[in-house]
């Protein structure tokens, strides 16, 4: 249906390897997808939207080796994040055909602007020289699997953000999430000092990736926002289904090694109907609620592996932590 390089927006030119530029990037669709959608928009199955992340990037061979590692790194960075492209077919069955320049095309990429919603927007671990009020930040990245919302929203999951940073790693914190000082081998911090965690500027800058982010492919001008109250960890994915009491629950795995799976309970509950103010409703479910983290148990356990049986263990109560020496003040 589309490759890397097609032109998806306005002004973007034809994909051309020997060639390659931020600007042109940036309107063009992204690179090593991860999770892709095809949403049909009319009851006739004839127009969909198809919306894909954008993993990682392969410098070594995206690029001819004489392309100035500036360019290569700032072109990288645009083929990072999301794209939202229209497609079109005679009928169902029929092979989908993207559409160039459609007014819903959108590449989101690490210098698109997030909103940070849920307990942790605004806190001191996530202001930077950039932001200090800890309420924004550019872009995402390393965007593994997702899901797809009952109200029409894609969902992302931040997963490998460690590899990217400068860092000491001699923060428990930073441990936890490997960070430290021989993961940046993409060399980012050489155009951007917000790759350089090391620094009093920018030590902050890792804690504002790992998080479940949110798009609204029906919307081109909306501002994607990153769910803090879903947790933080290198992110699976997330997939919502809505439970008997009307509540949204997210269920999410961490995909660093011996890791856990994790379920999100909405505090509010889902509107069902086509009107707006339960669209506007809906987009703020997973703003607030409650995260558990499974344990496994059951009699059925064989060679360490589960029959599914076990419980959920709260991490937060009422937006709160219950986590004995985490606070989410």
């Not at 965690?197 to 029906?218: H, Q």
């Not at 103010?277 to 997973?286: D, G, I, S, T």
Request: charged share 25%; glycine share 10%; with cysteine.
């Amino acid at each position: 249906v589309i490759r890397w390089g097609d032109p998806i927006l306005p002004g973007a030119p034809l994909f051309d390897p020997q060639n390659q530029s931020p600007r042109a990037q940036s309107g063009q669709f992204g690179y090593n997808c991860d999770y892709l959608d095809i949403i049909e928009t009319n009851r006739s199955g004839t127009r969909a939207l198809l919306v894909a992340n954008h993993e990682y990037t392969n410098e070594n061979i995206m690029f001819p080796p004489d392309l100035d590692p500036e360019t290569a790194i700032r072109t990288a960075w645009a083929a990072h994040g999301m794209s939202v492209v229209e497609l079109e077919r005679s009928k169902r069955g029929a092979t989908w055909r993207y559409q160039p320049k459609a007014r819903l095309n959108r590449r989101i990429t690490l210098n698109t602007t997030f909103e940070f919603d849920g307990p942790a927007r605004g806190s001191e671990l996530l202001r930077t020289k950039e932001d200090r009020r800890g309420v924004k930040v550019r872009g995402t990245m390393n965007n593994c699997a997702g899901g797809t919302t009952p109200w029409g929203t894609v969902l992302s999951g931040e997963e490998n953000f460690n590899q990217y940073f400068l860092a000491t790693g001699t923060d428990p914190r930073e441990a936890r999430y490997g960070l430290g000082p021989t993961q940046d081998t993409r060399n980012w911090r050489s155009v951007d000092p917000r790759w350089d965690a090391t620094t009093e500027d920018y030590r902050n800058e890792p804690n504002r990736f790992g998080w479940i982010v949110e798009i609204d492919p029906s919307n081109p001008g909306s501002t994607p926002v990153k769910h803090t109250a879903m947790g933080r960890f290198k992110h699976e994915g997330a997939n919502v289904i809505i439970n008997k009491g009307g509540h949204v629950v997210a269920y999410m795995g961490d995909d660093e090694r011996f890791d856990y799976v994790y379920r999100f309970v909405s505090r509010d509950r889902f509107q069902r109907g086509g009107s707006a103010k339960a669209a506007r409703h809906n987009r703020h479910l997973l703003s607030n609620g409650d995260l558990s983290v499974a344990r496994f148990t059951g009699d059925g356990l064989e060679d360490g592996i589960s029959d599914g049986t076990g419980e959920w263990i709260p991490l937060t109560r009422n937006g709160r932590s219950v986590v004995p020496g985490f606070t989410t003040d």
